[in-house]
């Protein structure tokens, strides 16, 4: 359905510190940088931060959030962790979520300018 989500940053080096590091363990790197954004995929960049200094405020009743898929639990348990290491707050521990499907493992996470963030995956393993 989406071709791309982009979202703003204030400081787009912290930016991508903190996505370089969350988004590795779920395999989306940094495809195109440049002075104002960033690009992050798998074979193509499908999300955007851009710099801006009016990023959409934070507002943690919105239901606004962004969910990446990860390949396995153990790269949902990696986001986490990497996440809050690199600057990140916790909004969810990994594990079952039973209210949303008998398999689906994720966890959850706010970035450095406030946007609600989770990794997910469907499978057993």
């Not at 931060?49 to 959030?65: F, I, K, M, N």
């Not at 962004?66 to 639990?73: E, S, V």
């Amino acid at each position: 359905m989406f071709a791309h989500v982009s979202i703003g940053a204030r400081d787009i080096a912290r930016a991508r510190r903190f996505y370089d590091a969350a988004l590795k363990p779920l395999g989306y790197t940094c495809l195109s940088s440049g002075e104002d954004s960033l690009g992050y995929g798998a074979k193509a960049p499908k999300f955007w931060v851009s710099a801006t200094s009016h990023p959409v405020p934070a507002d943690d009743r919105s239901g606004l959030h962004i969910c990446f898929t990860a390949p396995d639990r153990a790269a949902v348990d990696d986001f986490h962790k990497a996440a809050l290491k690199a600057g990140g707050r916790d909004n969810g521990k990994p594990g079952l979520r039973p209210d949303y499907g008998s398999t689906y493992y994720a966890a959850f996470a706010v970035d450095p300018d406030g946007y609600r963030i989770e990794a997910w995956c469907g499978s057993q393993s």
